[in-house]
């Protein structure tokens, strides 16, 4: 098993990771089923052939509760299974984080587009617009700094994430090795 993490995955919103094995895609798939429902206790998911989403399980819930999506592939030219893990919150909390950066973006250019033209014409038409993008600028920054601090919050919980998809390979890997039986 050879697992994979840059540096920028620690910087972006939604660090991934990727594990290189020698399991099947099959295999894998039947054997996280049940590597789930030994520890139900703790986690909770939804696993099929394409995407297995994984959750923690909290007495509290937050807005940017983790969820692991673990996708897998065959990579061709290493003729390895390749799981690929992706941290994140709930799917709608993601959305609404992306849709408040695309139009704080948005309206950012649109207020400093106006402000610099008015400004090369030597115009006094539009006196907020140079107020509006500082105000795009710190909102921008604000929606920024609620996503770090919810992935913060949430990093006890991406650990566990992360181990329960690490120890579910070294696992199988193991049973494979002594020639246990897993499904």
Not at 18 to 33: F, N, W
Request: aromatic share 14%; glycine share 4%.
């Amino acid at each position: 098993m050879q697992i994979e993490a840059n540096t920028i995955d620690h910087i972006r919103s939604r660090p991934r990771f990727k594990i290189y094995t020698d399991i099947s895609r099959e295999e894998y798939i039947a054997y996280l089923k049940k590597f789930l429902k030994e520890r139900t206790e703790n986690f909770e998911g939804n696993i099929n052939q394409e995407v297995s989403l994984i959750t923690v399980r909290t007495p509290q819930e937050y807005y940017w509760k983790p969820n692991l999506s673990l996708r897998t592939e065959i990579d061709s030219e290493e003729n390895k299974t390749v799981i690929r893990g992706i941290f994140g919150p709930a799917a709608a909390v993601w959305t609404f984080f992306m849709f408040l950066n695309f139009i704080f973006g948005i309206l950012l250019m649109f207020a400093i587009t106006i402000w610099y033209v008015e400004k090369q014409i030597k115009s006094n038409d539009y006196p907020w617009a140079f107020t509006a993008s500082i105000v795009m600028l710190l909102l921008l920054g604000l929606t920024f700094s609620v996503a770090r601090i919810g992935r913060w919050k949430a990093k006890k919980e991406m650990k566990q994430l992360r181990e329960f998809a690490e120890e579910s390979v070294q696992q199988f890997e193991r049973y494979q090795a002594a020639g246990v039986e897993t499904t």
